[in-house]
Nanobody
Framework: QAQQGASGGGLVQAGGSLRLSCVVSDPGFYVNAMGWFRQVPGKEREIVARIRWGDSDTYYADSVKGRFTVSRDNTKNTVYLQMDSLKPEDTGVYYC??????????????????WGQGTQVTVSS
């Protein structure tokens, strides 16, 4: 099964940038998309971006549209989340997870599996 974990988080000032990485060690045949999620204390994990494995088509939550960019490098089995113009409300633990479903309507966490460790992103005002 695919195993991955997110990395690249840190502390940054508002307006700054970070790039998160997620290595999918064994995508196999069942990884049809990768999602990036954010979780803050007391709230449910929510999707911020998604990329389809086959054609790199993307989805973004309205809160990050125009500021975040999701991409992938098939040669490295790695998915990236470039985060620009960061805001304090972007603070949270970021996770990546694979999905068997290519349809961008599959945004809820139940459509994803093999959650790895998250990476903390803190944006100071």
């Amino acid at each position: 099964q695919a195993q991955q974990g997110a990395s690249g988080g840190g502390l940054v000032q508002a307006g700054g940038s970070l790039r998160l990485s997620c290595v999918v060690s064994d995508p196999g045949f069942y990884v049809n998309a990768m999602g990036w999620f954010r979780q803050v204390p007391g709230k449910e994990r929510e999707i911020v971006a998604r990329i389809r494995w086959g054609d790199s088509d993307t989805y973004y939550a309205d809160s990050v549209k125009g500021r975040f960019t999701v991409s992938r490098d098939n040669t490295k089995n790695t998915v990236y989340l470039q985060m620009d113009s960061l805001k304090p409300e972007d603070t949270g633990v970021y996770y990546c997870a694979p999905s068997r479903y290519s349809d961008h309507a599959m945004l809820a966490t139940r459509w994803y599996e093999n959650w790895g460790q998250g990476t903390q992103v803190t944006v100071s005002s």
